[in-house]
């Protein structure tokens, strides 16, 4: 998973005519790191999607901006339209996330 660094690089990401995945996570968050340790099977089964990571803390504009207000999230855009917001609360297992991903991309 590519790490953003700067709102420009983010902003050239999204504006992409194929959907891209983003998560939001931050160095501290346990729920991130617990994420880290099931989500790899994930991203090889939608590896048709490039996958980006965003440290909110870091980039505390884009996080606010997209109304991140807790993570990990999972953002889905395209053509520089949010088209999918998994929230924190619903990102705690993979089973949330694979049935976010299958309905946002209708698999």
């Not at 939608?46 to 953002?75: F, K, T």
Request: glycine share 2%; with cysteine; net charge negative.
């Amino acid at each position: 998973m590519e790490s953003i660094s700067t709102t420009e690089q983010f902003k050239n990401i999204i504006n992409s005519e194929q959907p891209v995945i983003i998560k939001f996570e931050a160095g501290w968050c346990p729920d991130c790191k617990a994420m880290d340790m099931w989500i790899d099977p994930i991203m090889e089964e939608y590896n048709n999607y490039q996958w980006y990571s965003v440290n909110r803390d870091e980039l505390e504009d884009v996080a606010a901006d997209n109304d991140v207000m807790g993570i990990p999230s999972l953002l889905v855009f395209e053509n520089n339209h949010k088209i999918a917001h998994l929230h924190s609360a619903n990102a705690k297992s993979p089973e949330q996330v694979e049935t976010f991903l299958a309905e946002t991309f209708n698999k």
